[in-house]
């Protein structure tokens, strides 16, 4: 079932004009569809394919280390919780149903226990 999702502004028109070009409907069926040969236009992306893409563009950009499409949900979801936003938030932002998996993301960002261990080591 579709779920409302607010995107930024700057992400709709993007995909606005996408609409506006793909192959098939603009109006119903997947967004995001396969361009290959012999893929129907009915056919939804897979996430293999998305990892595909996202490792390809990482390549052509240069990068040391292959993206993931995972990697990129990990560091949005830390890039937002270092910005100072708060954990409950995040937790909508990243649409993770247990905000156990957020202090996760949380807990990895410093070392906590050895913080407060320093600290008290220094009283």
Same mark, same amino acid.
């Given at each position: ?12 028109? #993007? ?45 052509? @950009? ?13 560091? @949005?979801?830390?890039? @937002? ?17 247990? #905000?156990?998996?957020? #202090? ?20």
């Amino acid at each position: 079932s579709a779920t409302p999702m607010t995107v930024p502004k700057s992400t709709l028109a #993007l995909l606005l004009e996408w609409l506006a070009v793909r192959p098939g409907s603009s109006t119903s069926g997947p967004i995001f569809v396969p361009l290959d040969p012999g893929s129907t236009l009915d056919a939804r992306l897979t996430g293999d394919s998305v990892r595909r893409i996202v490792a390809s563009i990482g390549q052509k @950009a240069g990068l040391a280390r292959v993206p993931r499409p995972h990697g990129l949900r990990h560091q @949005a979801i830390t890039h @937002a919780l270092d910005s100072g936003r708060d954990i409950r938030e995040v937790r909508k932002f990243s649409r993770h149903a247990d #905000l156990n998996t957020i #202090l996760i993301y949380d807990d990895n960002r410093k070392d906590v226990a050895g913080d407060i261990a320093s600290m008290l080591a220094d009283d």
